[in-house]
């Protein structure tokens, strides 16, 4: 069975790609790599919207995550954290295994945070060193207001970490101008390149704040890969092969050019939502974000029956529901290697599953919704 992969990571690889992973593998400590790190490193710049320092680890978001709070912070500090979702969640968690002080923002899931909230937070708390939040929330599908978040903390002391690991290259994000001060990403979604490569961007801000952090860690020192970035080279052996991919990604994205393809998540997102709406279907993240949609399953209708017939009898592979939403949301992702025929394939594997599942609905009502919006 042909299989089409849809869902919010991984994502599907180019093939120039594919093609540029299978050439022979090459000594990290020789110019050749120097050239291939130092072309993804000034791309990962271009994409990141950033002129900071871009370290990367071979690791999956997760490691840029733990990393975004081992560098920066010291034992006991306090630390914000906006829980929207299961990515919200983690750096809880990763912040108490290292014996933080964790103030959660709960957030009910599927809304976006009001930022007004974080201000009161840093003005009742002026100890707090950091705040953590997530662009796409990817559990939940919200986009999270990252410009008047980064408004509100810049004018105060703590540093402002974002994960994009689900949004990088799909939703806007303007690092710099803005001022966020780390944005974490990871290879496997808007990157379009296997899972195994985290980075994060570090702001002067956040470098200042490692000079008196004292949490341990060793692999993921940012110092350590700052050193070996003047020489475009890291401080353990890279992985070499993903970093390959991804240069011809990154390629590939400068030739198409950053708001063009921003532009095209935005339309697949918005096809999509209004083929969902058309199916008098609704979208669970009252503030959307392009990289992913997430649909409240029908009544009566559990969406893993939803996304296990779409995988195992049609070969269109999306996501169901993480934690407490798990039964209740299926999610299509619009990140990465991903056109507007894949959204023609999702909505229409979605119109048959829901139809077998006993929803009442007409076939290619969504489809129609959505060629209108795709190719008008
Ligand atoms: N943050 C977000 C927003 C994500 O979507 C994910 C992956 N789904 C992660 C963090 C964790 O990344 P990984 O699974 O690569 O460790």
Same mark, same amino acid.
């Given at each position: 069975?042909?299989?089409?992969?849809?869902?919010?990571?991984?994502?599907?690889?180019? *093939?120039?790609?594919? =093609?540029?992973?299978?050439?022979?593998?090459?000594?990290?400590?020789?110019?050749?790599?120097?050239?291939?790190?130092?072309e993804? $490193?000034?791309?990962?710049?271009?994409?990141?919207q950033?002129?900071?320092?871009?370290?990367? !680890?071979?690791?999956?978001?997760?490691?840029?995550?733990?990393?975004?709070?081992?560098?920066?912070?010291?034992?006991?500090?306090?630390?914000?954290?906006?829980?929207?979702?299961?990515?919200?969640?983690?750096?809880?968690?990763?912040?108490?295994? &290292?014996? =933080?002080?964790?103030?959660?923002? *709960?957030?009910?899931?599927?809304?976006?945070?009001?930022? *007004?909230?974080?201000?009161?937070?840093?003005?009742?708390?002026?100890d707090?060193?950091?705040?953590?939040?997530?662009?796409?929330?990817t559990?939940?599908?919200?986009?999270?207001?990252?410009?008047?978040?980064?408004?509100?903390?810049?004018?105060t002391?703590?540093? =402002?970490?974002?994960?994009?690991?689900?949004?990088?290259?799909?939703?806007?994000?303007?690092?710099?101008?803005?001022?966020?001060?780390?944005?974490?990403?990871?290879?496997?979604?808007?990157?379009?390149?296997?899972?195994?490569?985290?980075?994060?961007?570090?702001?002067?801000?956040?470098?200042?704040?490692?000079?008196?952090?004292?949490?341990?860690?060793? &692999?993921?020192?940012?110092?350590?890969?700052?050193?070996?970035?003047?020489?475009?080279?890291?401080?353990?052996?890279?992985?070499?092969?993903?970093?390959?991919?991804?240069?011809?990604?990154?390629?590939?994205?400068?030739?198409?050019?950053?708001?063009?393809?921003?532009?095209k &998540?935005?339309?697949?997102?918005?096809?999509?939502?209004? /083929?969902?709406?058309?199916?008098?279907?609704?979208?669970?993240?009252?503030?959307?974000?392009?990289?992913?949609t997430?649909?409240?399953?029908?009544?009566? $209708?559990?969406?893993?029956?939803?996304?296990?017939?779409?995988?195992?009898?049609?070969?269109?592979?999306?996501?169901?529901?993480?934690?407490?939403?798990?039964?209740?949301?299926?999610?299509?992702?619009?990140?990465?290697?991903? *056109?507007?025929?894949?959204?023609?394939?999702?909505?229409?594997?979605?119109e048959?599953?829901?139809?077998?599942?006993g929803?009442? =609905?007409?076939?290619?009502?969504?489809?129609?919704? /959505?060629?209108?919006?795709? !190719?008008?």
């Open positions: 069975m042909k299989k089409y992969l849809l869902t919010p990571g991984p994502t599907p690889i180019p *093939e120039n790609a594919n =093609l540029a992973m299978m050439k022979p593998i090459i000594h990290h400590r020789t110019p050749e790599f120097a050239n291939i790190f130092e993804v $490193i000034e791309g990962l710049k271009y994409i990141f950033t002129k900071n320092d871009i370290i990367v !680890f071979a690791a999956t978001g997760t490691g840029g995550m733990q990393a975004s709070i081992s560098n920066f912070l010291s034992s006991s500090d306090k630390i914000l954290v906006i829980e929207g979702g299961k990515f919200g969640q983690r750096f809880s968690k990763i912040g108490k295994s &290292y014996g =933080l002080d964790v103030i959660p923002i *709960e957030v009910e899931w599927g809304k976006a945070v009001d930022p *007004e909230i974080i201000r009161q937070k840093l003005d009742s708390n002026e707090i060193k950091a705040v953590y939040t997530t662009l796409c929330e559990s939940t599908g919200v986009l999270t207001d990252i410009k008047t978040i980064a408004e509100i903390v810049s004018a002391d703590a540093i =402002l970490v974002v994960d994009a690991v689900s949004a990088l290259g799909v939703c806007e994000l303007k690092t710099d101008e803005w001022n966020v001060d780390v944005v974490i990403s990871g290879s496997q979604k808007g990157l379009m390149t296997p899972p195994g490569l985290s980075f994060i961007s570090v702001s002067e801000k956040a470098w200042a704040k490692t000079e008196d952090s004292n949490l341990p860690e060793f &692999y993921f020192s940012a110092m350590q890969g700052k050193d070996k970035l003047s020489s475009f080279n890291t401080p353990w052996t890279p992985a070499v092969t993903l970093l390959q991919g991804l240069n011809a990604v990154i390629k590939d994205i400068k030739k198409q050019g950053l708001e063009n393809l921003l532009n &998540y935005a339309k697949l997102a918005k096809a999509t939502r209004s /083929a969902v709406e058309s199916l008098e279907m609704e979208i669970f993240a009252s503030q959307p974000a392009n990289a992913v997430a649909i409240k399953a029908p009544q009566g $209708i559990d969406s893993q029956e939803v996304v296990k017939y779409m995988r195992d009898e049609l070969g269109v592979i999306i996501s169901g529901g993480q934690a407490q939403l798990k039964g209740k949301i299926m999610r299509i992702a619009h990140m990465g290697y991903m *056109e507007e025929f894949d959204m023609i394939v999702a909505i229409s594997a979605l048959v599953a829901l139809k077998k599942l929803y009442d =609905l007409e076939l290619g009502k969504g489809v129609a919704v /959505a060629q209108n919006i795709l !190719f008008e």
